[in-house]
């Protein structure tokens, strides 16, 4: 158990569905974060939530959408996803978003889109 | 653009062993760094992390450096065992819109040989 869960653990999904990951952090923190990781490139900063208010969308595409409704919780609401949007989307939390403390991760959500 | 990169892709040790991964950087303003490991099928696991006032740091099995002068992180991992075959990444803290937020370089898969 790694203090942050993810559901679910496999998603398939066409083109024009709508899906939602689901994030939850039991370790009191007050940042969250979601990351992309692709084969062969580094892991990708996508979305940070500092107490609630989300401080950093590093050019991400608007089919990608997170919400974070409190501290504990953070969703990534897809829709009309791209074949290159595959991956293995992990959420990660941390004391607090200074990028000063370890990140602490799920075991991720790996996404096919077809 | 900055970057945090690794010089093996790969690396293969015998059980028993002690592993050297390193890492080289090229943000001056990183002040925070940290080493994961990623085993298949599971989410980054923090390892050990490194302030830029110290050297050198010690965990269990692991030892951290950082020379500052030239850039270079490295992580030690002593009388290397096969539940440490994993990728493992370094990390910097980089500045970006909100701050500070985590750049990870694209890991180094160790293999750890009976």
């Known amino acids: 158990e790694t203090g942050v869960t993810q559901t679910p653990r496999h998603l398939v999904m066409g083109m024009t569905n709508k899906k939602s990951l689901k994030c939850e952090q039991h370790l009191g923190h007050n940042a969250m974060y979601w990351y992309k990781q692709s084969a062969k490139k580094p892991l990708e900063l996508m979305f940070v939530y500092s107490l609630e208010e989300r401080v950093e969308n590093n050019s991400v595409p608007s089919r990608f959408s997170p919400e974070c409704p409190n501290s504990s919780h953070l969703f990534l609401h897809l829709h009309t996803l791209q074949p290159e949007d595959s991956a293995l989307y992990l959420c990660?939390?941390?004391?607090?978003?200074?990028?000063?403390?370890?990140?602490?991760f799920g075991n991720g959500t790996r996404l096919t889109v077809t | 653009g900055e970057s945090v990169g690794l010089h093996l892709p790969t690396l293969s040790v015998q059980e028993g062993d002690n592993s050297i991964i390193n890492c080289a950087y090229s943000n001056s303003a990183s002040d925070y760094f940290i080493w994961y490991k990623q085993e298949s099928g599971k989410g980054p696991q923090f390892i050990i992390d490194?302030?830029?006032?110290?050297d050198k740091r010690q965990g269990q099995r692991v030892t951290v450096l950082l020379n500052k002068t030239v850039k270079h992180l490295s992580l030690q991992i002593a009388a290397t065992q096969p539940g440490d075959s994993a990728v493992y990444f370094c990390?910097?803290?980089?500045?970006?819109?909100?701050?500070?937020?985590?750049?990870f370089g694209k890991g180094t898969s160790l293999l750890v040989t009976p």
């Open positions: 990390a910097e803290n980089i500045n970006s819109n909100s701050g500070y937020a985590l750049n």
């Open positions: 490194i302030r830029s006032n110290m």
């Open positions: 990660a939390s941390s004391q607090e978003g200074t990028g000063r403390s370890p990140l602490h």
